[in-house]
């Protein structure tokens, strides 16, 4: 903090009316303007708070944060960076954990300080120099097993990280730093703020990231992109639109995530320029750097990987510029590193050439487009609500590089069911917006182990979960219904796509088409069918990934394969859901089209399907659903018992039709319920699962396999 404060009197006055800062805007600050309204809002500090005091900074990024914390540095305060706005549970530990006699620099105080830029001039440089010592700043880490937490890292680590990214080139003086980042987090201080002030660089705080403000920034002559991997995966998708025919980026960066393969690859294909993949903690600073041949540790970090043979486990670090310590519940800072080493809660491997990469987490916090969300404190906000008994906050995959935040729900006994937008209505106040779950699911009871602890692995809640509520009369027993479905089936192949199709008035090859590209089918994918029958999802999947992707049809009824090849399916494989014949991560996607009713076990077959999907993989799941509504039912029962079955025996011209879609119809009014479906496949650990209902009985399941 020491360099950022002498780097501001330097800038002042080397080169006083260059502009340093351009916030979201359009506003510009020079470095004169800037020292000025720091020395003003210094002064303030000084008379509303004791030496040594704790400085909770709440503002908004850009000039105003600059100036906050610069100010607090100066006056030998300690700054606490804080989220603005400031949510209302992070509000109710200030006092009690940073200290009852912290002030709170908002915006309001910076306008009591009276920031005029009027009349400026060379004096405030020389009122800078008279700072105090500095003495470091409080970040706000996300947790790693509980909840957030105040770190403590001192003012020579702070310069330490900060001298590290200009020795990697990271910032430099005459760059242009166009910046979405929140100043206030880990990341975006470093990269948004220490860095750019060291180096001279001027940073233009843009808010929120959209394509078109990228692009201007770009055609301004940005020479410095910090990203996320959500944002730079939208701009390498929308480089020709984005990209100028010439342009000035020298170097892009991206922290919070892991940065996937793909969206390195398209970035630099878009932009010509090799993305630089941080890694990082609050508590740490940078751990290493990786600009596409692996993690390689900066200046004064040693890494070791716990368990094993040290070439995978858990990522273990010191680090010269590693925390002091944290904040105790009553404000008294403790030693959180006794054995020299900190333990991040990230599982790493490490190559032949030494090069790292993270590849898993122990760790209960997730990445919401590079901000942390710390589902602990979700919980706690959800569980304020008189409604909620208990609650339970999980990552969804939104895409490849994207996660947003789902949460299941238990009610209270006698509580009616909230509406969601009452939900989000009363986190707002309490948590920050990022952290607010997008769907909100009520749940009979959340998955608990027996001392009554939430299982959060979805994957180890144990039982099972049938398809039906019940099965019908003399099919009760798995051996019997199983041969007679074969055989059931094996009979009426060769009319079924007729009597199919005619029942369903022929929606079924534009639904599923539909469908299969919403799940990320493309060319050049892997499919897997299961339940595949005919092969009609095949085929149709088969017209879409091309020659150079691969689609497996399974079924148990060689009949039905048989039709499936002569449609073209290429590959046709014998077997059933519950026990694949495939390697682990043989495919891209896996699809079940109205077969889930003739297998055992939802979590069995769905778990099966996660174990065959490479990570990030989809499942799409086709069914039909008996309508909830009295009326609407009791014509849904009637048409599926005789409309439907006589339909389909005229269009196939087999009897044989009758029975099969009667049993059908049996199977869908004794199926399980939506929520019992996407249940399974949350709790067979699946990640981002979605139900769509179309027409009032089409059902579309969705859901990822975790990335990591």
């Not at 975006?188 to 929120?208: N, S």
Request: proline share 6%; aromatic share 6%; net charge neutral.
């Amino acid at each position: 903090m020491r360099l950022a404060v002498e780097a501001l009197a330097r800038h002042c006055a080397e080169r006083p009316r260059e502009i340093a800062i351009v916030d979201a805007d359009g506003a510009e600050v020079s470095w004169l303007e800037l020292a000025a309204r720091t020395a003003s809002v210094r002064a303030l500090v000084c008379k509303r708070s004791p030496q040594d005091a704790r400085v909770a900074i709440t503002v908004p990024s850009g000039w105003p944060f600059w100036v906050a914390v610069l100010a607090t540095a100066s006056a030998g305060r300690v700054p606490c960076l804080l989220p603005c706005p400031l949510p209302g549970m992070i509000r109710d530990r200030i006092e009690r954990e940073l200290g009852d006699d912290t002030l709170v620099l908002d915006q309001g105080f910076l306008d009591e300080a009276a920031c005029s830029t009027a009349g400026v001039d060379r004096s405030a440089t020389a009122r800078l120099g008279t700072q105090s010592e500095t003495r470091g700043a409080i970040l706000l880490s996300s947790g790693t097993t509980g909840r957030s937490r105040f770190v403590v890292r001192s003012s020579e680590a702070i310069d330490l990280i900060g001298s590290t990214l200009l020795d990697e080139q990271l910032c430099a003086r005459g760059d242009i730093v166009a910046s979405f980042l929140p100043m206030p987090h880990a990341y975006g201080f470093e990269h948004g703020f220490l860095a750019p002030i060291l180096a001279g660089a001027r940073v233009h705080a843009l808010g929120r990231f959209s394509l078109q403000s990228a692009r201007d920034a770009i055609l301004a002559g940005a020479t410095t992109l910090p990203l996320v991997p959500i944002t730079a995966q939208a701009l390498a998708e929308a480089a020709a639109e984005v990209r100028p025919t010439r342009h000035a980026l020298r170097c892009a960066v991206t922290a919070g995530t892991s940065l996937p393969a793909t969206v390195r690859r398209a970035f630099k294909v878009g932009f010509g320029l090799e993305i630089v993949d941080l890694y990082g903690a609050s508590e740490l600073g940078t751990i290493w750097l990786d600009r596409g041949q692996g993690g390689r540790p900066v200046r004064g970090v040693e890494i070791r990987l716990l368990g094993g043979d040290g070439t995978r486990g858990e990522i273990a670090v010191r680090s010269t510029c590693m925390l002091t310590g944290v904040l105790d519940d009553d404000g008294r800072c403790t030693d959180a590193t006794a054995d020299a080493w900190f333990h991040t809660g990230d599982l790493g491997v490490r190559d032949g050439a030494g090069a790292f990469r993270v590849n898993g987490r122990l760790k209960l916090v997730f990445d919401v487009g590079g901000l942390k969300v710390n589902p602990i404190e979700v919980e706690q906000a959800l569980e304020r609500h008189p409604a909620v008994r208990r609650a339970l906050v999980r990552p969804i995959s939104a895409g490849e590089a994207l996660q947003r935040v789902a949460a299941e729900i238990e009610l209270r006994d006698g509580a009616h069911e909230p509406n969601i937008l009452d939900i989000r209505a009363h986190l707002e106040p309490l948590v920050a917006g990022h952290t607010i779950p997008r769907s909100i699911r009520v749940v009979d009871e959340l998955p608990k182990s027996e001392s009554g602890k939430l299982l959060r692995d979805p994957s180890t809640g144990g039982g099972s979960i049938p398809p039906v509520t019940r099965r019908p009369k003399g099919l009760e027993a798995r051996s019997d219904r199983e041969k007679y479905t074969k055989s059931l089936f094996d009979e009426t192949a060769r009319g079924y796509d007729n009597s199919s199709g005619a029942a369903f008035m022929r929606s079924g090859r534009w639904y599923r088409r539909r469908m299969l590209a919403k799940a990320g089918l493309k060319p050049g994918s892997s499919h897997l069918d299961v339940g595949s029958g005919t092969g009609l999802c095949a085929a149709l999947s088969q017209e879409i990934v091309g020659p150079t992707g691969r689609v497996v049809a399974l079924d148990p009824s060689t009949g039905m394969l048989e039709v499936a090849r002569r449609r073209g399916v290429r590959e046709t494989v014998e077997g059933r859901a519950e026990s694949l014949p495939f390697p682990d991560a043989s495919f891209d996607v896996v699809s079940m089209s109205y077969m889930l009713r003739h297998i055992e076990d939802l979590m069995l077959a769905f778990r099966e399907a996660r174990r065959v999907l490479r990570p990030g993989g989809r499942i799409v799941i086709f069914e039909v659903t008996r309508p909830t509504t009295v009326g609407l039912r009791h014509a849904f029962d009637l048409s599926m018992y005789w409309l439907v079955p006589a339909v389909g025996v005229v269009a196939s011209g087999r009897p044989s039709t009758f029975p099969m879609m009667q049993y059908w119809a049996d199977t869908i009014v004794d199926a399980a319920r939506p929520d019992r479906i996407v249940e399974a496949l949350d709790r067979s650990g699946f990640i981002g699962t979605r139900h769509l209902l179309e027409l009032g009985v089409f059902s579309c399941y969705r859901g990822s396999a975790p990335l990591g």
